[in-house]
Every structure is written in structure tokens, then in C-alpha cells.
């Protein structure tokens, strides 16, 4: 795992500049560069992209790492959109080669068809939500996990294109009640888990 590409899913809309999640990739960055193990390559989606080049990130990388905030239980529209393009651009040029059937026999092996097997990606998700909304019974979320629940097509996305899940961490209450710090502390934690 010595080729790291980071994207940050978020970007300025309306109330939401994008700060925590643009820190959120700075962190990793520099946690990552602290230990001279690693080469990173990075793409801010509110910035501009060229496809090609996207694609190339996504086949010369070890491991992908995602960070978005969640708007209205989703991805933010200008990472879809980044998603959307990039995925498509890059079929049958190292992203994906089809989605995995054959035509003679089109009812299974459906999603078999990714070229990035072998790579994994790691996901961050920030909600305006508190964790407790996923986790007591009687709320919101109807004690579905986010990987269950609003990223479960996210991460068959992933699978899709031949990646597997290397560890997720979400962070809860970002608008209302953030101690950034502890938790940039835990963070990078948690990379120290996955990145040794």
C-alpha cells in the first residue's frame, strides 16, 4: 500500500464551506507524509479535474481514500457528479471493463466486472446528525449503521469496480457539537490501524 490517492468528496454550497472535510485531507496528508512511507496524489472535487487524469489517480493507486460530508442523507451533488464522470471515463481504461454478465447467461454474475481488483479504498463520512440517531432504538435511522443504510450503495459502487473495503469511520454532530480536535486525534488513530 505505498501509492495513496485522497479525494474529498466535499466543496462549498450554500451554508457549508467545506472546512472540516478540507481538513479532514490536509490531516492525512501530512499524517501520511510523517512517516516517509507513502505517495500521495489528492483531488479536491470543487476544484477542477481533468477526466483522464482522474482515472489514471484511481488505476495508479493502492488504496483510495474518500472523505464527504453527507447533504440530505447523500452525496453531495458536485462529488456524484465527479463520481459519475470519472467511473464512466474510465471504462475499458483500467476503472472497469463491463459490469460482469455474459450474454449467455445475462441473470448472474452482475457486478464481477471491475479492474481494480486487489486495491481498497477507505471511507469518512461528517453528519450534522449525532451517532445516537443511528444507534437507539426509536430514532431516526432505525438502528441501520451508515454503511447499512445511506452508504450501502456507495460502497457497492466500490465493489463494482473491483475495490475492497479497507475500514470506515464516520464523524457525528459536526455542525452542532464538533470538538474538532479530538476528533482529528481519533482520526488519525485510526489511520495508524490501517496504515502500518
Known sequence: MKNIFI?????????SPGRFNRTLLETTVSHLQSTGNYTIKTTQVGDSYELQEEVEK???????????????FQLPFGFKEYLDKVF???HQK?????DGRSRSNPAINYG???SLHGKKYLLTT????????FTLKNEFFNQTSVDDGPLFGFHKMNQFIGLSLLG???FHDIEKNADVEKE???YQHFLDQHFN
Open 126 to 133: 461528517s453528519w450534522n446528525a449525532p451517532q445516537e440517531a
Open 88 to 90: 464512466t471515463a474510465g
Open 94 to 98: 483500467g476503472i472497469y471493463k463491463s
Open 112 to 114: 464481477t466486472g471491475g
Open 168 to 170: 470506515t469511520t464516520h
Open 58 to 72: 484511481f488505476v495508479w493507486a493502492d488504496v483510495i481514500i474518500y472523505h464527504t460530508p453527507i447533504w440530505w
Open 184 to 186: 482529528l486525534t481519533k
Open 7 to 15: 479525494i474529498n468528496g466535499g466543496h462549498a454550497f450554500a451554508h
